[in-house]
T-cell receptor, first 115, second 112 residues
Framework: GEDVEQSLFLSVREGDSSVINCTYTDSSSTYLYWYKQEPGAGLQLLTYIFSNMDMKQDQRLTVLLNKKDKHLSLRIADTQTGDSAIYFC???????????????FGQGTTLQVKP | DVKVTQSSRYLVKRTGEKVFLECVQDMDHENMFWYRQDPGLGLRLIYFSYDVKMKEKGDIPEGYSVSREKKERFSLILESASTNQTSMYLCASMDRPTDTQYFGPGTRLTVL
């Protein structure tokens, strides 16, 4: 079945690294995504990773993918107070399995950054 | 940059009213989506469209309909608003081939 799991809450101090974890169930998903949502706002795409990659780095963001364990993580280096938000991981099952583009979201991890 | 806009950030309507939520994208994307987001329930897909005049039901289509007369515009219609449709509504547009969905800013709808 389709299910994406995340821990609900993470608290870090400003300047530390944050690691947000996610597990997913559909090993045939082609792409996996990380979104950020600030209060009252829509979802902002942070980054995505193709399923044949192990790692992707984009400035302060590092995404690690372990396909064997179906585990995805997002590391934010030098976390700032402006990084406080809810972070969603999402997968998109491949076409032909009854899906035509629906994203499967985790429940979101609230990141609290303390000054 | 991909730009997805939604017609209103906040909307207050009365029970029984017909409500139109509009979404516009400027990237010539074929696939567009409407989700609603509720505390504890996450994001749920209402409807999506993969081309002009084409639509498919998502997971929770009851009480909603959609319209896609032009490629750039995807409208969500609440035929007769009810209080349980109070929610945050998010529109998304999909880029191929990465299947990346870009979201609008959301519409916070309150039905009294």
């Amino acid at each position: 079945g389709e299910d994406v799991e995340q821990s609900l809450f993470l608290s870090v101090r400003e300047g530390d690294s944050s690691v947000i974890n996610c597990t997913y169930t559909d090993s045939s998903s082609t792409y996996l995504y990380w979104y950020k949502q600030e209060p009252g706002a829509g979802l902002q795409l942070l980054t995505y990773i193709f399923s044949n990659m192990d790692m992707k780095q984009d400035q302060r963001l590092t995404v690690l993918l372990n396909k064997k364990d179906k585990h995805l993580s997002l590391r934010i280096a030098d976390t700032q107070t402006g990084d406080s938000a809810i972070y969603f991981c999402a997968e998109i099952p491949p076409y032909g399995s009854g899906n035509t583009g629906k994203l499967i979201f985790g429940q979101g991890t609230t990141l609290q950054v303390k000054p | 940059d991909v730009k997805v806009t939604q017609s209103s950030r906040y909307l207050v309507k009365r029970t029984g009213e017909k409500v139109f939520l509009e979404c516009v994208q400027d990237m010539d994307h074929e696939n567009m989506f409407w989700y609603r987001q509720d505390p504890g329930l996450g994001l749920r897909l209402i409807y999506f469209s993969y081309d002009v005049k084409m639509k498919e039901k998502g997971d929770i289509p009851e009480g909603y309909s959609v319209s896609r007369e032009k490629k750039e515009r995807f409208s969500l219609i609440l035929e007769s608003a009810s209080t349980n449709q109070t929610s945050m509504y998010l529109c998304a547009s999909m880029d191929r081939p990465t299947d990346t969905q870009y979201f609008g800013p959301g519409t916070r709808l309150t039905v009294l």
